[in-house]
């Protein structure tokens, strides 16, 4: 029986090389453009300051520089916004590799930008090339979710759309990585370091075209019955499709060929109305549940705790290996599991931790071991997260909608994803100065409640067809109204 089933897994290995090639674009992109920009601070305060002697004979302003760094770090998430918009429109209407095919060109201009910012003395350069990589994160991710989900045999569609979470945690180690001093980090090499994520692009682009188009988005979408069955058959290397293409059938006829639905009718519409809820909540999670936050608080509990200055990165590098093996070890318990126990108690222990992080750092002078139990706390977090809300939040938008919400879902999804990562971004600075530790008490709040929503109303979508999925939600879209349940044909989930 091992050997059976060991058989089964391996015959999907085109499919697992696609997530390796999908991964490697906008997911890793923004690992690496995470984590590179604060090894590179120092250096790019330098630059600014440099041009603004040369243009202006006299040098930028403090508030000035904080104000251009600030721009620096907040654009990245602003560019992603923008690419997750255009992902319900791109992919629709070109496709989802041709999508990734123009992502990867916006990648490598911005990569160029960045290089050569330094050679044109222009620090808005590096600007443009922090916009254009956001773009490229936004849209990469959002396309990258939707290929896979769409390429997938149910059974693997879980741990197959969870590798974009390993591929975000391995681009976030890999930028600590490269950017220590005694690598990229320097001044320099800052301007290669920023430009490093056109290499990964010009990869996916090359190899992006020896892979078929998302089998799905060809049968339901355009109809085409013959590609949809080869783009399978040489993904999966299976001969036996029926139950597949049965699915697909059905679920073509429950959206009675209509269009793909925009951003307005998925807000509107009662027949989705609970799962954007359960999409809503996640998405907004994954930068409300204080991950982020966390992060740029560690280094100051580091420093409470006697570590070196020079010393932190690597303990940051420690904090990036250690939600990269988290999420790794959760693709392997997703299918197994179940998203609704991963993400509700992952969101639960979350906010328990904090609580205790909290309370143990109103006590840190008391006690000299008090700081290391901070870190050791830290850690804890990190890890919870990697094996909850991390991974599974990304499986969602595959698993909650039928294909003509799906882009739209993605839409909001980023939306709502990457604004909340611009606020958190912009305003946890002054939350840390007017509360000090207790900022982590709004984190807390939020934790809490997101798991206790997810865990009393969502129900759990593994090892399900997204027709199943839909009818365990409509009980309830449409609680209390049995009867339009039964009256309704994906009429309903489709016309409203």
């Not at 920023?194 to 355009?222: C, T």
């Not at 994803?417 to 002054?430: A, E, R, T």
Request: net charge positive; charged share 15%; with cysteine.
């Amino acid at each position: 029986m091992p050997d059976v089933h060991f058989a089964c897994q391996l015959q999907y290995w085109r499919l697992y090389l696609l997530s390796l090639v999908l991964g490697i674009g906008g997911c890793f992109q923004f690992g690496i453009q995470a984590s590179v920009v604060a090894s590179s601070a120092v250096h790019i305060q330098s630059f600014v300051n440099y041009t603004w002697m040369v243009r202006y004979n006299t040098p930028v302003h403090k508030s000035t520089n904080q104000l251009i760094w600030s721009f620096f770090v907040a654009v990245l998430s602003l560019g992603c916004w923008a690419g997750a918009v255009h992902s319900g429109s791109l992919p629709v209407t070109y496709g989802r590799k041709k999508a990734l095919l123009f992502n990867n060109v916006v990648a490598i201009i911005a990569a160029l930008l960045m290089v050569f910012s330094r050679t044109a003395k222009s620090f808005e350069m590096i600007l443009l090339g922090r916009f254009l990589c956001g773009y490229n994160n936004g849209l990469g991710l959002s396309v990258h979710l939707m290929y896979l989900g769409e390429s997938s045999p149910k059974k693997l569609r879980g741990f197959l759309t969870l590798t974009s979470s390993i591929f975000i945690g391995l681009g976030k180690v890999v930028g600590q990585i490269i950017g220590i001093k005694e690598i990229m980090g320097t001044d320099e090499m800052w301007p290669y370091l920023l430009g490093v994520s056109g290499i990964p692009a010009i990869l996916q682009f090359v190899m992006l075209l020896f892979f078929p188009e998302a089998p799905r988005y060809l049968y339901i979408d355009k109809g085409d019955t013959e590609r949809c069955k080869k783009a399978l058959q040489w993904l999966w290397q299976e001969d036996n499709l029926k139950m597949e293409l049965d699915d697909m059938q059905l679920e073509r006829e429950r959206s009675q060929g209509e269009k793909a639905k925009t951003v307005k009718d998925l807000l509107t519409s009662r027949c989705v109305r609970w799962q954007l809820l359960t999409l809503a909540i996640p998405c907004a999670g994954i930068q409300f549940c204080g991950i982020n936050a966390l992060c740029f608080y560690a280094f100051d509990i580091f420093r409470e705790s006697g570590v070196p200055e020079d010393k932190m990165h690597y303990l940051a590098i420690g904090i990036g290996a250690t939600e990269l093996i988290a999420i790794t070890l959760c693709s392997f318990l997703i299918d197994r599991v179940g998203r609704k126990k991963l993400l509700g108690y992952g969101y639960l222990l979350m906010g328990i931790t904090m609580c205790v992080l909290t309370v143990m750092l109103s006590f840190k002078d008391l006690n000299s071991w008090i700081p290391y139990v901070n870190i050791a706390l830290i850690f804890c977090v990190i890890c919870i997260y990697g094996l909850g809300p991390s991974g599974v939040s990304m499986v969602l938008c595959a698993d909650l909608f039928l294909q003509v919400w799906r882009p739209s879902a993605y839409v909001v999804c980023g939306t709502i994803s990457w604004l909340c990562m611009f606020v958190v971004g912009m305003l946890f600075g002054y939350i840390v100065d007017g509360l000090g530790q207790f900022c982590f008490l709004i984190f807390v709040a939020y934790s809490l409640g997101s798991g206790a929503f997810i865990i009393y109303f969502v129900p759990e979508t593994k090892g399900k067809t997204m027709v199943e999925i839909m009818e365990d939600f409509n009980k309830l879209n449409y609680k209390n109204r049995t009867g339009d349940i039964k009256n309704t044909d994906v009429g309903l989930e489709t016309k409203f």
